[in-house]
């Protein structure tokens, strides 16, 4: 396999200075950009073993604390900018533009993959920023916290559901009717809303790496 280069980086968007792990592969054909859910961070183990599979297939990945070190300490106490989607949108769109202008990956194609409430920033960001992203993958998303930006991704977008995760299947079957030909919905049999299945996660991450590596290429 080829060598592969991490990295620990701050990411300065707007005022804030944000964490940010790189993984890149020698040669990556695309790198994709993760936002994590509410209350998680980019140490998530699932986000985590899905980058390692994107690595497996040539992805470079960043994974990225969408809070600076002093807002974390507030919304662990208040919990008031974990569902701030447009703060966290803004701040993807940063880290887009930063890997479009910086290249740390080299000049390839950009994805995002959004968890949970990370899923409306990465849509949010998708359309905000169509000419430098290149595919969206959700995980157990909110893609209706979203709101109007939802009819105007023109990205190439998967939302990826637990089978049994049912009032997420609901909300995302009406967010794909919002994204229309751009959508696609798979089920993920007998997972819930984590993923914590076994086997469930490495369905989501296969599946995601399908997805990047048609779309990104």
Do not use: Y
């Amino acid at each position: 396999m080829d060598e592969q280069r991490s990295s620990t980086v701050t990411i300065q968007v707007g005022d804030a200075q944000l964490p940010a792990d790189l993984m890149l592969p020698a040669q990556p054909s695309g790198v994709v950009l993760f936002a994590h859910g509410s209350g998680s961070s980019r140490h998530s183990p699932r986000n985590v073993a899905v980058a390692r599979t994107l690595n497996g297939r040539g992805l470079g990945t960043v994974l990225v604390d969408l809070l600076s070190p002093i807002e974390d300490e507030v919304d662990a106490r208040t919990a008031e900018l974990r569902f701030d989607i447009g703060l966290l949108a803004s701040r993807l769109a940063g880290i887009v533009d930063w890997l479009a202008v910086e290249r740390p990956a080299g000049d390839v194609p950009i994805g995002l993959f959004g968890a949970s409430t990370g899923a409306a920033a990465a849509l949010v960001a998708a359309a905000s920023r169509a000419d430098r992203v290149g595919a969206v993958v959700s995980r157990g998303g909110r893609p209706d916290l979203a709101g109007d930006a939802l009819a105007q991704v023109r990205t190439p977008t998967l939302l990826l559901v637990g089978g049994l995760d049912e009032e997420v299947i609901t909300l995302n079957k009406r967010a794909l009717a919002e994204l229309g030909e751009v959508g696609e919905l798979r089920v993920v049999p007998g997972a819930t809303h984590l993923f914590e299945e076994p086997g469930t996660l490495e369905q989501v991450a296969d599946e995601a790496g399908t997805w990047f590596t048609t779309h990104l290429s």
